[in-house]
């Protein structure tokens, strides 16, 4: 018998307590940039801003997290474990026909999970939803962050909720694209000029730069919607 031992891939280092989920997960296979380069930005999401626990999953006023780029969901698995909120055996499987772990999340499978994603171009018209919900509830404390692609950004229902959460002042939502240079057509001035545009305050920074993402996450001004443009350009295998 042939016993493999799986590497991991070259580029700057993983957070500390994702590495060995996201190995366990990766089983040997090779994951590419969708998956790599929004590892950092998960992470601090979930370790230093993110108000929600295990505990608090269904807390009505915790932060609320909608992964849109559904396709990058092996970072985010591995970050959910690395925080506790699914147990570390359910990487092994994941993907497998009996696992609760799919190639896109599902909220209703995975404790954590705000959406079912899978289609891009759905999840900031949900968060601006989610958003406008809570508004109307009267809940000031939660906020909504949603994290997708710059090739996302060429989905027409994107234009549609940038515009409607800028109008109506959505305050409570954050976006935050990240930026790998996969967008078809890019914008003048950078994808913040896309959402500034129509209202929104917004922060460009290094999608490896921990201290810069914290900064920028809890940058909002509390009277318009925000955007943070996570910008990763080391390459495929970052």
Same mark, same amino acid.
């Given at each position: 018998m042939t016993t493999t031992t799986a590497t991991? #891939?070259?580029?700057? =280092? %993983?957070?500390? #307590?994702?590495?060995? =989920? %996201?190995?366990?997960?990766?089983?040997?296979?090779?994951?590419?940039?969708?998956?790599?380069?929004?590892?950092?930005?998960?992470?601090?999401?979930?370790?230093?801003?993110?108000?929600?626990?295990?505990?608090?999953?269904?807390?009505?006023d915790r932060d609320r997290f909608l992964l849109s780029k559904g396709h990058a969901v092996a970072g985010y698995y591995a970050v959910l474990a690395a925080k506790g909120f699914l147990p570390e055996h359910w990487l092994d499987d994941q993907g497998g026909p009996d696992s609760r772990l799919g190639d896109h999340p599902d909220r209703m499978l995975v404790p954590g999970v705000e959406i079912g994603s899978g289609s891009l171009g759905h999840g900031l018209g949900l968060g601006v939803g989610?958003?406008?919900g809570l508004r109307a509830q009267g809940r000031t404390d939660p906020r909504v962050y949603v994290l997708l692609g710059d090739a996302e950004?060429?989905?027409?229902?994107?234009?549609?909720?940038?515009?409607?959460?800028?109008?109506t002042g959505l305050a409570n939502l954050t976006a935050i694209v990240l930026d790998n240079r996969s967008a078809s057509h890019g914008w003048p001035g950078?994808?913040?000029?896309?959402?500034?545009?129509?209202?929104?305050?917004?922060?460009t920074v290094d999608g490896r730069d921990h201290d810069a993402l914290h900064t920028a996450l809890t940058g909002h001004d509390r009277h318009r919607?925000?955007?943070?443009v996570a910008v990763v350009t080391d390459g495929e295998q970052p």
């Open positions: 991991a #891939p070259p580029g700057p =280092p %993983l957070p500390g #307590p994702v590495a060995a =989920p %996201l190995e366990r997960l990766r089983a040997g296979r090779e994951f590419g940039a969708n998956v790599y380069s929004t590892i950092d930005v998960l992470w601090v999401l979930y370790d230093r801003v993110l108000r929600i626990t295990p505990h608090r999953v269904d807390d009505p989610t958003a406008l950004l060429d989905e027409g229902s994107n234009h549609e909720a940038i515009a409607y959460a800028g109008a950078g994808a913040a000029s896309r959402f500034t545009v129509n209202g929104w305050t917004a922060a919607p925000h955007v943070v």
